[in-house]
């Protein structure tokens, strides 16, 4: 197993402090008592809180942007590029949760460059799925409702997975990307 560096001890136990009490409750303080360290000594690993935020949204929005790039340039129908997202989706909140309520909760904290490229990512996976959506309509595969409707009712329910996945105990990942998959396909075909 790899040993983990300083920083990425700091990242991670901030992320479970900022998935508890929301980015803004938790102090420097916190993620150094919570370390069992003096706070002056995080600074010898980062600069401060929105350096920890940035590289925690930034991880899992880059998983999220290189999971539909993927699934874009497949050949394969409409429906089989949504149950790849949708899969893709629930692997990257099983081995990300906390990263994912930092991602959902916390993202309007970032600041400049880092806001600007969260935004621009999630514009353009909202966008790619919409476009996979509007294929399976035009080519007959999905009940042609309303993309928009379609794109809110997976995206909500893939998004708040998390939160649902922490307070049930955690499924099995194979079963969970099954049975969801099967929920939400069945429900547009």
């Avoid at 290189?66 to 497949?74: L, N, P, R, S, T």
């Amino acid at each position: 197993m790899k040993n983990s560096t300083r920083k990425e001890e700091i990242i991670s136990v901030a992320s479970r402090l900022f998935n508890e009490k929301g980015f803004q409750a938790v102090s420097m303080r916190d993620i150094a008592t919570a370390m069992n360290i003096k706070a002056a000594s995080l600074y010898n690993h980062i600069s401060g809180k929105q350096q920890i935020l940035s590289e925690i949204i930034l991880e899992v929005a880059k998983a999220f942007t290189i999971g539909m790039e993927k699934v874009c340039a497949k050949d394969i129908s409409a429906i089989e590029k949504i149950k790849m997202v949708i899969e893709m989706h629930i692997a990257i909140t099983v081995s990300h949760s906390e990263a994912l309520a930092a991602l959902n909760n916390d993202w309007m904290h970032l600041e400049g460059p880092d806001l600007n490229a969260v935004v621009k990512m999630r514009e353009e996976y909202e966008e790619n799925f919409r476009s996979i959506i509007k294929q399976g309509i035009h080519a007959g595969e999905i009940s042609p409702n309303h993309p928009e409707v379609i794109l809110f009712s997976i995206l909500s329910t893939l998004r708040t997975l998390y939160l649902w996945n922490q307070k049930r105990g955690k499924l099995d990942v194979n079963i969970l990307k099954k049975d969801m998959v099967s929920v939400l396909i069945k429900g547009i075909v």
